[in-house]
Each structure stands twice: as structure tokens, then as C-alpha cells.
């Protein structure tokens, strides 16, 4: 139930009414329909009709005495009800009309039913949605839009697209059948029957400007709702390609592809996150851009929606960790904690080889995993000038970085002999292209080919692959090594390596959005519909990452894929009785949730009974009545 304000004016006088409505349930969809006037409510502020309405609500069902205490004013609102649904419900002169003898009260809970032609209509998938749905209030996403400037139409349908993208990503074609799949219509009381694709193109459209300032509120939501930590800024980029050509969209270009999709073009996203997650702040630059470009215009970014927290510690890759980005970070009044490229971390070749000073990073066993052994992982600390070097050793990684490095030597020395077999079988003969094949069997395979030298000897027909075994037992001693770098001086080795780890929380944000939430590929070619459509993608990681959140404070380490696969089952749907008397009542309810949908639903604080139950008598039609 709500509240309605209604206006009307008569003879240049405006008068006010206040009335109590209710959805229902019709073979067109849901449906408002009013119980009876309130008359005026004045002085009472809107934000209290919501209240009275839920105390109305819960004195007819006899819960208001005990939860609300005695209420004059809603014992008389709850009179003048009962009243109003002591009359029939069906009007007399409608054509559906019972005779006056078989009409029956709403408040009638004793039906004598055919048992034989009871049965179920419209069930629809709830339990994801309703979650999805409660945590959109939670974070207060229909204000935040209303603030915006977004009127109601256009908030039902971004909370509808959210909740696509969180639950079943479908395009904006494929999205409203969706939609009428679910109970979505009945969680939201709208009707989707109509509800079409271009719809939500032009909701899009209206979305677009406002995606910054609607960003900046969440965030600030966020911060005081699950207290969040602004100390450390965790800084990422990924890449996101374009089914077609996309002409229209200027930053669409081609670049190094995250995707493995060199043949597409694409966009590159950055998103900063904080320590547990959350997303603070996005950005979508031209798909070519380069990494180290990007930091200092994120930095803008981040200050202009959420603010730079004096002292925070930002956190990068080492495809960021330049000089000049150093420097724009530590001009904010920022500190950093990067990885350093290849180059420097081969300078601290002996400090690695030396086994003193290491020490091993106690790692707690993971919650969801008691069992799982965790790869050991070695830290050394090292001072140069005002900065604060780490070395940092892990087994997980060295047995990664030695399996990387043998295939791309077999590689190479199977392609240097299918080189030789070609010189010497006289196919290739010009010895330009010999070298030029030489310098592509180098630029394809950089990680190895450092310590390999390749040459021909013209006068024998050869080409030669030959190892530097120094070289070789050097990048072997550096399998599983890295080295981090900080101007925080007050850091010790293992809280370094804790910070940077925290790296993979960004990681697992991109990794979430492309695959759960189906940010690749893009079929948008207009520039402002594709940047809604990654906006839409964070908003959708932003209710994951808060279910997933609440989920851990309650004990339960698990993922919101595996919820959200508990959850389907958990449905509404229609009950239909035919009654005795020619009529049939239909209940439009939730299904009673099963043990492990409520226990989801208590972990979540979301609450058990997806809706309420709404009841609508019509007169039973002659093939109903013979369906059996």
C-alpha cells in the first residue's frame, strides 16, 4: 500500500485529496487501485506517507498493535478500509459483474474451490531480483537518480537494466522479454507488458550526463553505509571491444587487447576501487591509449567525484610505474606503492640470489577453504635515498613465470628451425627478408629472446639460434620474483606486499563485469550509449560487490553466481481457485522460500516474504471451467 496526492480544480480553487492505493493483480498486468480517501493530510511531510501507509498495512493483517502501538489516526484509516471493502468488488454494471446473491467480500477467507481445477499461472523467477532489488533501496539508487533529475519512468527503468546486468546481461533488444520473465513488474508494480527496446535506448540517452554525479552520491552512500576505507586507491585498467566497425564512436581505435581481440576495436577502462572493492570512481578512454597516460586524468577524476584523502596510498601496476606519474601522484599529496618494471628489478639481481633477510609473509588460510594451501611467499626490504624498495619472491609465481618463459623459448627455436628449413630448402633467399624475419622472431617472443642470437651466415645457408646461458641462468634466478616500490618509509616489507596485493580486488572488478555482468563486447557504436552501457556494468558490479560484502560480515565467503543460482528457484506466482459459486479467486503471492533461500535472505538482512499476497475475483469462464 501507498499513498496518493491527487489535485483537482473547480472554478479557479485547487482542492487536495489524499488517497490509500494498493496494487493489484489483472489480466493486463498489475494495476493501482484505490481502498478509499484519506481526505487531506496537511501538515504532514511526504516522507512520512510511506510510514503511515505501512501502519495501515500492518493493523489490517493485526500486526499494528505490537510493532506500531495504538495509533488513533490509523485505527480510524483502518475503519473507514474495512468499510470500504465491505462492498463488492466486482462493480455491478460491469459485464464480469456476479449476481447479487454470488458476489463475494474481499475480506472472505473461506472459499469452497473445485480442487480439481486448482492450479498455478505466471510463475516467475523472484529470489535474484527481489535481493537485487532490495539492495538498490539499500544504497538508496532511487533518490540518488531522483536528485539527478531522472523522473519515475526513467528510475523503474534503470533499476531494470541494473538488475539485467546483475542477474541474466541480455542486449537492450532481448531486455524487456527478460524482464516479463521475472516478478520484476510485480517487486517494482509496473507494468511491462508494452514495455519495448527503444525504451531503454532513450533511457540511455537520459542517463549519459549523469553518470558522474550519480557515481559521486553512491559513493558517498557507500562510505557511511558499510564504512568503507579511503586510505588506499587501487588503480586498474582493462579493455572492452566492439562487435563492428563502430564508426561513430571517435574512441573507438585499436591497441593492445586485454581481450585477445587485436582484430576489434575497443575502449579502455580505468576504475579505482578502495580496500574491500568498491568501486570509487570510472573512466572510458580511446582504446588506444597507453597505460601510463591515463594515471594522472583518473587522479582528476577521482579527486572531482569522491575527493583525495591527504596521505592516501595509490596502487599500480607496473605498466604505470613511470616517473612522471610518480611525480603526479606525490604532487596531490598522495603516497604510492608500485611494482617496477623488468629493467629495474634485474639492478637487485644479487640482493634476490642472496638468501639472507628474507622473511615469509604469514598468509591466513581462506575462510571458504580452511584446506587450501596458499603458495609461500618471501619478502626482503631495501632502502634507496627517500624511497623504500621490496623484494618480494613467491613460489605460485615462479612456477608461472618458468612455464611462460619455456613455452616461449619452444616457440621460438621451433620458429628459428622452421626459419632454417626454409633458408636451406633455398625458399627464402633475399637476405633482407632473412633479417627481417630474424627481427619479427625477436619482437614476437621479447621475454626470451634477450638472451638468444639469432644470425645467418650467408656464405652456408644457415640461420643460427643461439643461447647466452649467462643471460639464461640470470632470468632463471628471477623466476617468481618482483619488486616493489614506495616513498612511505614507514612501511615494513609485509605490509607493502599486503597493499599491492590488494591490487587483485581491482582485477576481480574487471573480472566480474566481463564475465557475470557481460561488459563484452559492446554492440553500441554511438560513443555516449556504449560509456552508459560500461555505467550501467558498474552500477550492476556496485550491488554485487555490496551483497558480496554483507555476505562476508555474516560469515559466509561465497560468490554472488553461486546466490544468484540458489536463488532462482525461489519464484511467484498466481493461485487460481475456482469456487463453488462461479467465481474465481486468484492469489497473486511468493512461494514459501525453502531453507537455503531463507538463509540467504536472513545473511542479506533482505526480508522472507518477497510480497504481498494480492487477491482479485473474477467470474469463472466456461473454458476454465472445462479445462479439466
Known amino acids: 500500500m501507498y499513498i496518493r496526492l491527487t489535485k483537482k480544480t473547480v472554478k479557479g480553487k485547487t482542492y487536495t485529496n489524499y488517497l490509500l492505493v494498493e496494487s493489484v493483480a489483472t489480466p493486463k498486468g498489475p494495476r493501482q487501485r484505490t481502498i478509499c480517501s484519506l481526505g487531506s493530510l496537511d501538515p504532514r511531510p511526504r516522507g512520512e506517507w510511506l510510514k503511515l501507509a505501512h501502519k495501515v498495512e500492518r493493523a489490517l493483517v493485526g500486526q499494528g498493535d505490537w510493532v506500531d502501538g495504538s495509533d488513533p489516526e490509523v485505527e480510524a484509516i483502518v475503519a473507514q478500509v474495512r468499510q470500504s471493502q465491505s462492498a463488492p468488488t466486482t462493480d455491478a454494471s460491469s459485464p464480469d459483474a456476479a449476481p447479487p446473491s454470488r458476489r463475494r467480500k474481499r475480506d472472505d477467507d473461506v472459499v469452497a474451490v473445485h480442487t480439481d481445477r486448482v492450479r498455478v499461472e505466471q510463475a516467475r523467477e523472484a529470489g535474484p531480483v527481489h535481493v537485487g532489488h532490495e539492495f538498490w533501496k539499500r544504497l538508496g539508487l532511487d533518490a540518488i537518480l531522483r536528485a539527478a533529475g531522472l523522473n519515475e519512468r526513467a528510475r523503474v527503468l534503470t533499476c531494470a ?37 527503444q525504451a531503454l535506448y532513450r533511457n540511455m540517452d537520459r542517463l549519459h550526463p549523469q553518470r558522474a554525479a550519480i557515481e559521486t552520491a553512491l559513493v558517498a ?25 563502430a564508426p561513430l564512436n571517435a574512441k573507438a581505435k ?25 568501486p570509487l570512481a570510472h573512466e572510458v578512454f580511446a582504446g588506444n591509449t597507453q597505460d601510463r597516460a591515463t594515471v594522472g586524468r583518473m587522479l582528476d577524476v577521482l579527486a572531482a567525484r569522491v575527493g583525495l584523502a591527504p596521505g592516501a596510498t595509490v596502487v599500480v601496476d607496473r605498466g604505470m610505474a613511470f616517473a612522471e606519474n610518480l611525480e603526479a601522484i606525490g604532487a596531490r599529496g598522495l603516497h604510492y606503492v608500485v611494482a617496477e618494471r623488468q629493467r629495474e628489478r634485474d639492478a637487485w639481481l644479487g640482493e634476490f ?46 612456477e ?51 638472451y638468444y642470437t639469432i644470425t645467418h651466415d650467408d656464405a652456408g645457408g644457415q640461420v643460427h639460434c643461439v643461447a647466452d646461458e649467462e643471460k639464461r641462468k640470470r632470468a632463471e634466478a628471477l623466476d617468481g620474483s618482483y619488486l616493489l616500490r614506495s616513498d612511505r618509509r614507514n612501511l615494513s616489507a609485509d605490509e607493502a606486499w599486503r597493499i599491492y596485493a590488494l591490487l587483485t580486488r581491482a582485477e576481480s572488478a574487471f573480472r566480474a563485469m566481463k564475465s557475470p555482468l557481460a561488459e563484452r563486447p559492446i554492440f553500441h557504436h554511438l560513443e555516449h550509449r556504449a560509456e552508459t552501457h560500461i555505467f550501467l556494468c558498474v552500477l550492476a558490479y556496485h550491488l554485487l560487490v555490496g551483497i558480496e560484502k554483507t555476505l562476508r560480515d555474516s560469515g559466509l565467503y561465497t560468490s554472488w553466481a553461486t546466490v544468484r543460482e540458489t536463488l532462482r528457484t525461489h519464484q511467484v506466482c498466481t493461485v487460481v481457485l475456482p469456487a463453488d459459486d462461479g467465481m ?17 535472505y536472513e545473511r542479506l538482512g533482505v526480508a522472507k516474504n518477497i510480497m504481498r499476497p494480492i487477491k482479485t475475483w473474477t467470474l469463472t469462464e466456461t473454458d476454465e471451467a472445462d479445462e479439466s
Open 161 to 197: 537494466m541494473v538488475l539485467n546486468r546483475l542477474i541474466h546481461p541480455a542486449s537492450e533488444h532481448a531486455m524487456p522479454d527478460w524482464i516479463r520473465r521475472t516478478a520484476l513488474g510485480d517487486l517494482l508494480g509496473e507494468d511491462f507488458s508494452s514495455l519495448a527496446d
Open 584 to 600: 474465481t479467486l486468484r492469489i497473486r503471492r511468493a512461494t514459501k522460500p525453502e531453507r537455503e533461500h531463507a538463509d540467504l
Open 221 to 245: 552512500r557507500e562510505r557511511d553505509l558499510f564504512d568503507l576505507d579511503m586510505t588506499v586507491y587501487l588503480y586498474d585498467l582493462t579493455s572492452t571491444y566492439f562487435e563492428g566497425q
Open 400 to 450: 608461472k613465470d618458468r612455464a611462460i618463459r619455456e613455452k616461449h623459448e619452444k616457440r621460438l627455436l621451433a620458429d628459428a628451425a622452421r626459419l632454417q628449413t626454409s633458408v636451406a630448402a633455398g625458399r627464402v633467399k633475399d637476405e633482407r627478408k632473412i633479417h627481417q624475419r630474424i627481427g619479427r622472431l625477436l619482437e614476437r617472443y621479447p621475454r626470451v629472446a634477450r
Open 254 to 278: 585499436r591497441g593492445y587487447s586485454r581481450d585477445k581481440r587485436p582484430d576489434c576495436k575497443q575502449l579502455v577502462v580505468g576504475l579505482v576501487v578502495n580496500r574491500d572493492g568498491f
Open 353 to 398: 640470489e642472496d638468501a639472507e633477510g628474507f622473511d615469509p609473509v604469514i598468509r591466513e588460510p581462506s575462510p571458504n577453504n580452511p584446506a587450501q594451501k596458499k603458495p609461500r611467499v618471501e619478502v626482503k626490504i631495501g632502502r634507496r635515498g627517500d624511497e623504500t624498495y621490496v623484494l618480494c619472491r613467491s613460489e605460485g609465481r615462479l
